[in-house]
């Protein structure tokens, strides 16, 4: 049932449902068919950053992406900075969406997304989205290809001041690109950290990636990815949890002998713990 507090044309997006495409944007021509102009993006934003919609209802779940499709076709600089909000969601799917969004937009979002990338604050994963959103312009748009991975390789380059997750996403890019000219950056950025390389790859691994080399150059050492410290106390504490079962395995079963509640009682009366003391039986005497 639709939100009192949106109204049309926006509130119509709450009833859409499913898209007819889900991984295209353009699926639906939002600003033919509900006539959204640049008045609407407020509140547009407000829908796709909605927390209080019935999740189970599969009309308004779908709207907060409908919403972003519809901000996506804008195209203006105001619709663009509107979905730069949506970068840090919890939500995934609009993580998921934002990067293709954005490469239907095209080559105006290259220096919104540079400056995005430049800030240095911002978590790794509205880095992750906007790294992303460069590539999926690149790939959509060939002759801004070689700015797109100037960008990656200039956020690149700052990896000293980032974190190793940042520098993982950025490198992740470079490689879906086939970057080969940002090699000696990614290279330094190995080697001067840091780096996630449980997440892009040891940099034996991105050498082949990019085809400059094979695995046959590289010792299994190289190949092999370094863990990251987070993932060594990890480590850490599943072997003391294994340690722990073991030693804890080499205690006394007590589901045998004389211990055992499933042993055969012989129907003798016994003192002790637990029993019941005869009544009115007299102690011999010694």
Not at 120 to 135: C, F, M, Q, V
Not at 162 to 181: R, W
Request: contains cysteine; charged residues 25%.
């Amino acid at each position: 049932m639709p939100i009192p507090a949106y109204q049309d044309p926006v509130a119509q997006l709450l009833t859409l449902g499913y898209p007819e495409d889900l991984n295209s944007p353009e699926a639906i021509d939002y600003l033919q068919n509900f006539g959204f102009t640049e008045a609407h993006i407020p509140e547009l934003s407000r829908l796709a950053a909605e927390e209080d919609l019935n999740w189970d209802d599969e009309g308004e779940g779908y709207s907060p992406m409908h919403a972003c499709r519809a901000l996506g076709q804008l195209k203006t600089e105001k619709a663009i900075q509107a979905l730069l909000a949506f970068f840090d969601s919890e939500y995934d799917f609009l993580r998921e969406e934002l990067p293709t969004i954005l490469g239907k937009i095209g080559p105006t979002c290259i220096p919104i997304l540079s400056g995005y990338l430049a800030e240095g604050e911002r978590p790794w994963l509205g880095i992750s989205t906007a790294a992303s959103g460069l590539t999926k312009i690149a790939q959509l748009n060939p002759d801004y290809r070689q700015e797109c991975i100037d960008e990656l390789t200039t956020a690149l380059a700052r990896h000293k001041e980032q974190a190793a997750e940042t520098n993982a996403s950025l490198v992740v890019e470079l490689i879906n690109l086939k970057a080969t000219g940002a090699v000696s950056v990614i290279e330094r950025a190995y080697k001067e950290g840091p780096m996630d390389e449980m997440f892009c790859g040891s940099w034996a691994r991105v050498q082949i990636a990019l085809g400059l080399a094979t695995e046959a150059d590289f010792s299994p050492e190289e190949l092999q990815h370094q863990e990251p410290e987070w993932m060594e106390q990890i480590r850490r504490l599943a072997n003391m949890t294994t340690e722990l079962a073991r030693e804890q395995s080499k205690l006394p079963d007590f589901s045998k002998g004389a211990l055992s509640q499933n042993r055969k009682k012989s129907g003798k009366k016994t003192t002790g713990f637990g029993a019941v003391k005869p009544k009115n039986k007299k102690r011999k005497k010694k």
